[in-house]
């Protein structure tokens, strides 16, 4: 059962990892350590540390040049379709 014991805080430290690179954290690494040693403690803390990858994608509309957050169908700003584009 030892291998089971250490392979679970070692993926759960390897997802962390990759999913605050995603999110755009600042200290993924940082995170993954934490998760790899109190795997009890961090994990729960980095759900509720998480920053939502929708409301921190600041995008900059094509036709008005104004920055929005989130994916919104249409522009906040001049009110442009704006789905689809990345
Ligand atoms: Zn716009």
Redesign the pocket.
């Known amino acids: 059962m030892e291998w089971l014991a250490l392979s679970i805080p070692i993926l759960a430290a390897a997802w962390v990892y990759s999913d605050a690179k995603s999110c755009g954290s600042s200290s993924p690494k940082l995170w993954a350590i934490g998760v790899f040693g109190l795997l009890i403690i961090f994990l729960p803390l980095y759900f509720i540390m998480r920053p939502s990858k929708k409301s921190r994608v600041v995008k900059l509309?094509p036709?008005?040049g104004?920055y929005?957050k989130g994916i919104p169908t249409f522009?906040p700003?001049?009110g442009?379709h704006l789905q689809g584009i990345k």
């Open positions: 509309c036709y008005c104004k929005y522009c700003n001049c442009k």
